[in-house]
């Protein structure tokens, strides 16, 4: 079999490419890694209008082929047809932004010398329309030397025509590449002449952005509205999501009660009923808030508010040696830190890059929320301080907060000491406005949605199946009176370490919840479930949910001190591994596991000492 | 004037860009949002209360944050 002709989408960050290549290939997407490096390789796959399959490659935004990160390096080699793991593109779709032809036209003047059959695709034409210019794509393809086709991606608009143009590209051969002039600022001018020609009217631009602008960017209102913002989202993965995470217990529940009923008792059904089902349950129950969480996230993404955020942020940041550039891949990491280490790629500034690396794990990520959730719930009533503001919200917010003001401290530390040296600072293009489209939304949501599900579906289900086992094994005969968790394996291990956390007021049920909870944290939940059911046999006992359980079992101080811990401690494998990844080597990631291991120790001691001493 | 001294919603000309004051790093992203000498450019809004850093400045159709320290750097004449 011949493999699939190959199309790259390229094109500047905010020209609209995402839209657009959401727009071709609809629900067929495939996201991966190219080898080596930490980019990640988005790929789907589009039926041309002649009903030959085509796979379409949507490479990262850049604003040149100049390699200077990673992104662009990728992207450059793709198209020089050097990238490993790529072939060289058979025809490029140039995406620029029909409102800011200025500036975009230059990349895409550097990509049509590199030979390749390429067409131009004149993205958010609407919108540059709205904002007064009228264009003349005829006179702007006459100048570039290729087609050149209006769309609107996020209507589809134009995406037929689009893919006409592609068939007749795959018809042709690519020449070799045309030698570009020297001189960046020379293109610069060539392609601002091309602009202008191809610009029939113009009227002042962003109207709409600049009003909405004058009140988010406003020194006084601007972070008010921000913080506000943020309050809403953290107040909101927790209200709205309730009734969802309640179904879903109840399901949880229902499928626990029928594996018991439909199995014989014994070793066996203990394995799927309290092993499995209880585990894995306990933490897809948190799936509706993280999908609430990602929501918000994808919105501020989209409408173009975070740059709005990064730059409102980067006086702070800039306080702590870091820049605003930080602020996006660390929001992303309230998400998951995974993405947020990779987001960093951005950031062009080494040590900047390193810093924001360092301090991203504490950032709370969505998988502690469900550590969270459970010791709120079992331990913070659940009243109104205010009106509308409800005391469980509160703490979230204060973990929330402890976690930034940690990262804010340890940044300072990080550049004064090893990350040490003059940064380069903030410089970032600010986007139009606007309005997500519900159908882009869904389908992101849908795919972390999915990565969620299969790290539930595969490490949850495995860490939690192998705590079962190390708890159930030696098996303890039911009429000797001895705990089956002080007998089993894990109770060795957890002994052992038992003694380390006891000072910071943990219990031996702790210690053995934070060995699973390494792989991933909120398996701390689970591994808190597996351990409280299988040393529950009493039967009246069975029907108390995982928080009256620790209720009964903890006190207060202990569960402050629990949760201090989560805000810090390193627990997540998959990190640990993205930042070895992306700092090539163990240096970094064994100093940042180190650092946060003894904030999270320390913070969690004095947490409970604190607590203690007031007589909570 | 330089751009730093420029103030809100003052259209003006860049006159000269120091690029052999700014580190290679920042010269080559400074360029590549579309700083040139010649082209209009406009500060609409400040970042920070007292500080007044970053400076988002209108340059052609596009909006571009930059740091203080960065725009010293640039000369502009109010038109």
């Not at chain 1, 949910?545 to 998959?574: D, H, M, N, Y």
Request: aromatic residues 6%; neutral net charge.
């Amino acid at each position: 079999m011949t493999a699939l002709p190959l199309i790259a989408l390229v094109g500047n960050p905010n020209a609209g490419k995402s839209a657009l290549f959401n727009a071709l290939t609809g629900a067929r997407q495939k996201t991966g890694n190219y080898p080596g490096v930490t980019v990640e390789r988005h790929a789907g796959r589009l039926i041309l209008p002649d009903g030959r399959p085509a796979e379409l490659v949507d490479l990262p935004g850049t604003y040149s082929l100049e390699p200077t990160s990673p992104d662009e390096q990728v992207t450059r080699d793709v198209i020089t047809g050097v990238q490993a793991g790529e072939r060289r593109p058979d025809a490029l779709v140039i995406v620029v932004d029909a409102g800011n032809l200025d500036n975009h036209l230059r990349f895409a003047g550097e990509l049509i010398a590199q030979g390749i059959p390429a067409i131009i695709a004149l993205n958010m034409i609407d919108m540059a329309e709205r904002d007064g210019l009228t264009l003349d794509p005829e006179r702007l393809s006459a100048d570039l030397g290729v087609p050149v086709i209006p769309t609107v991606a996020v209507r589809k608009r134009g995406v037929e025509p689009l893919k006409d143009e592609m068939l007749t590209l795959l018809g042709k051969v690519a020449t070799s590449p045309r030698p570009l002039s020297d001189d960046f600022g020379a293109r610069q001018r060539q392609a601002r002449a091309i602009a202008k020609a191809a610009i029939l009217k113009e009227a002042p631009a962003r109207a709409t952005t600049q009003s909405i602008d004058r009140i988010v960017l406003h020194p006084v209102a601007g972070p008010i509205i921000l913080a506000a913002l943020l309050f809403v989202m953290f107040q909101a993965v927790f209200a709205w999501a309730t009734p969802f995470a309640d179904g879903i217990d109840a399901g949880v529940s229902a499928i626990h009660d029928a594996a018991l009923a439909a199995l014989p008792p014994g070793i066996f059904r203990s394995f799927v009923a309290d092993g499995l089902i209880a585990g894995v349950g306990a933490v897809i129950v948190f799936l509706p808030q993280i999908l609430i969480l990602f929501a918000f996230i994808l919105v501020l993404e989209t409408t173009g508010y975070m740059v709005r955020a990064a730059f409102l942020m980067d006086r702070l940041m800039a306080g702590v040696g870091l820049s605003g550039r930080a602020f996006i891949p660390l929001l992303s990491s309230f998400a998951c830190a995974v993405p947020g280490i990779m987001a960093t790629r951005t950031i062009e500034d080494p040590k900047d890059r390193l810093t924001t690396i360092l301090i991203a794990p504490l950032m709370t990520c969505s998988a502690r929320l469900p550590v969270y959730a459970v010791i709120i719930a079992a331990f913070i009533p659940a009243r109104n301080v205010l009106p509308g503001i409800g005391l469980q919200g509160l703490v979230l917010f204060g973990l929330y907060l402890g976690g930034i003001v940690g990262a804010l401290v340890a940044a300072l530390a990080l550049r004064r000491t090893v990350t040490k040296g003059r940064g380069m600072g903030f410089m970032m293009e600010m986007p139009r406005y606007q309005m997500p489209i519900l159908k882009n939304l869904l389908l992101g949501l849908w795919q972390r949605a999915w990565v969620f599900l299969k790290r539930a579906g595969t490490i949850i289900a495995v860490t939690t199946m192998i705590l079962w086992a190390l708890l159930n094994f030696p098996r303890v005969d039911p009429a000797s009176g001895v705990s089956q968790v002080d007998h089993s394996i894990a109770g060795h291990i957890a002994n052992g370490l038992a003694v380390v956390v006891e000072p910071i007021g943990f219990n031996r049920d702790i210690s053995l919840a934070l060995i699973p909870a390494m792989a991933a944290r909120e398996v701390a939940v689970s591994a808190l479930a597996t351990t409280y059911a299988i040393d529950n046999q009493d039967e009246s006992k069975r029907d108390q949910t995982l928080g009256e359980r620790l209720k009964g079992s903890w006190s207060l101080p202990t569960a402050l001190a629990f949760l201090v811990w989560f805000v810090f401690a390193p627990q997540c494998i998959s990190t640990i591994a993205v930042v070895r990844r992306e700092t090539n080597g163990w240096r970094w990631p064994l100093f940042m596991v180190a650092y946060l291991f003894a904030l999270a120790y320390v913070g969690a001691g004095a947490t409970f000492w604190l607590a203690t001493y007031l007589g909570l | 004037m330089r751009l730093d001294e420029l103030p809100l919603n003052k259209p003006a000309t860049i006159a000269h860009i120091g690029w052999e004051s700014l580190d290679a790093g920042a010269a080559r992203r400074l360029r590549a949002l579309g700083f040139d000498e010649g082209l209009t450019i406009e500060a609409l809004h400040h970042g920070g209360l007292v500080s007044h850093d970053p400076i988002a400045c209108r340059i052609g159709r596009m909006t571009v944050a930059i740091r203080r320290i960065h725009a010293s750097v640039i000369d502009v004449s109010p038109s």
